[in-house]
């Protein structure tokens, strides 16, 4: 498996780097995978919040991944998905569908309002996935961890995430 590097960011207007189970989640499964955490953040709901720190780690050449956690519902100030896309060079359908696929096992009906969505940008992946601690494990565990392993067969991002 070929190292990576990755940046987290939480989008919270309530969680803090004590409070935060989802992105600390993130955290601790990657390093466990073989990954190097190059940062982890938290900014409040706001587009132009997150669009700008994903930006900037969009623009680094260093990082080969971004993950999201939170805003992908749709209640009150829930904006990741709007925030973010419009950075996507190419979206990466399969992850919102498959995301919500595997949800449906876990959590009934109550997936169709996860807004989880991916994408390419500036080679750099992108995969935006909910607050809840149990939606993070789920992505992780079921479609990002093997997406991110170079052995992982017949095809996976690392090779695209490599060759910059």
Known sequence: MNLLNLAILTVSDTRNLETDSSGAYLEQAAKEAGHNIVERAIVI??????????S?????????????????????????????????????EGFGELFRQVSFEEIGSSTIQSRAVGGLANNTVIFCLPGSSGACKTGWSKIIKQQLDSNYKPCNFVKLLTNR
């Open 56 to 92: 900037s780690w969009v623009a680094d050449n260093s990082v080969n991944v971004i993950l999201t956690t939170g805003g992908t519902g749709f209640f009150g100030r829930d904006s990741t998905p709007e925030a973010v896309a419009p950075l996507f060079d190419k979206q990466i």
């Open 45 to 54: 709901d706001d587009i132009y919040q997150i669009r700008a720190k994903i």
